[in-house]
């Protein structure tokens, strides 16, 4: 685990994350508020999705109306975190957490079936403690 974690907060520009994740070679931050509380995680993938090209929904006209024939509002949440400026625009609010006594194969095993690359380590206030990356696994299960 690490501890000693490079955060940003919801209103940091999303420029400074960018800059943050190239100098410090990491793939992703955990976004905290005012008193250290996990509001959030912003990674590179996020970044990327800014540069994405945005498809409108497929609709028809009928008699002068307009029929989406897919939900607007996928379409109109995509576009607001095309244009995000602020970290709290863009972040992922959806959280894996461990408390400070998870075990590796617990922390493997959400790594694993859901598809992150990091899970924050929290206390129970939801306070950052730490974060623990996949070089964090294999370097605890290969030794080096």
């Known amino acids: 685990m690490t501890t000693a974690v490079i955060t940003v907060n919801p209103d940091d520009e999303v420029e400074k994350v960018a800059r943050l994740l190239l ?11 005012e008193e250290g509380q996990l509001v959030g995680i912003i990674t590179e993938g996020d970044l990327v999705f800014q540069e994405k090209k945005i498809r409108a929904p ?3 006209v009928i ?22 400026r602020k970290v709290g625009e863009l972040m992922s609010t959806k959280l894996h ?3 400070p006594d998870a075990s590796v194969e617990d922390i493997a ?11 924050p380590v929290v206390d129970e206030d939801n306070k950052l403690i730490g974060i623990v990356s996949r070089q964090d696994i294999i370097r605890a299960t290969h030794g080096k």
């Not at 995509?78 to 995000?84: C, D, P, V, Y």
């Not at 095993?109 to 899970?119: D, S």
């Open 23 to 33: 100098e410090h070679h990491i793939s992703g931050l955990p976004v905290v508020d």
């Open 58 to 60: 497929l609709y028809t």
């Open 63 to 84: 008699l002068g109306g307009v029929i989406y024939l897919e939900k607007p509002q996928h379409f109109i949440d995509e576009l607001k975190r095309a244009i995000a």
């Open 97 to 99: 957490t461990v408390g």
């Open 109 to 119: 095993t959400i790594m694993v079936e859901r598809n992150i690359n990091r899970v």
